[in-house]
């Protein structure tokens, strides 16, 4: 399965911002950690330092480094887009043709550095 992702220039730049100049991915991530039910989950993008080895590339003409793990893939329209979030700027609108995935998607910092709190 392959995932198309057209980004706003507003998300592309809020996207860039929490990168910090620092290297990494952006894995856009079904989290159902703690839900209960893998039909319970969040969706979340994190900031991660490197693909892992059941990660897929995301298609996006914004030349940001995309990634979702093929177990999550499942869980998506296969194209999509990213905007700037209408409640608060400082997160995201994730939808596709179909349906909306949530207004106000939180970026995670998740790679090593920030965790410890370089």
């Known amino acids: ?25 952006i894995r856009l991530a079904y989290d159902n950690e703690g839900c209960g039910c ?9 900031l991660v330092d490197q693909p892992g080895a059941a990660d897929l590339n995301i298609s996006s003409e914004s030349g940001l480094p995309l990634i979702v793990d093929r177990n ?5 329209d296969q194209n999509l887009s990213l905007t700037i979030s209408g409640f608060d700027k400082s997160s995201v609108r994730l939808a596709s043709d179909g349906q909306s995935y949530g207004s106000s998607i939180r970026i995670e910092d998740r790679r090593s550095e920030a965790k410890i709190g370089i």
């Open 72 to 76: 999550d893939a499942i869980y998506f």
């Open 38 to 46: 893998s039909l319970s989950g969040a969706i979340a993008l994190w």
């Open 1 to 25: 399965m392959s995932l198309t992702l057209r980004v706003s220039a507003d998300a592309k730049n809020l996207l860039e911002q929490k990168f910090d100049g620092r290297p990494g991915y």
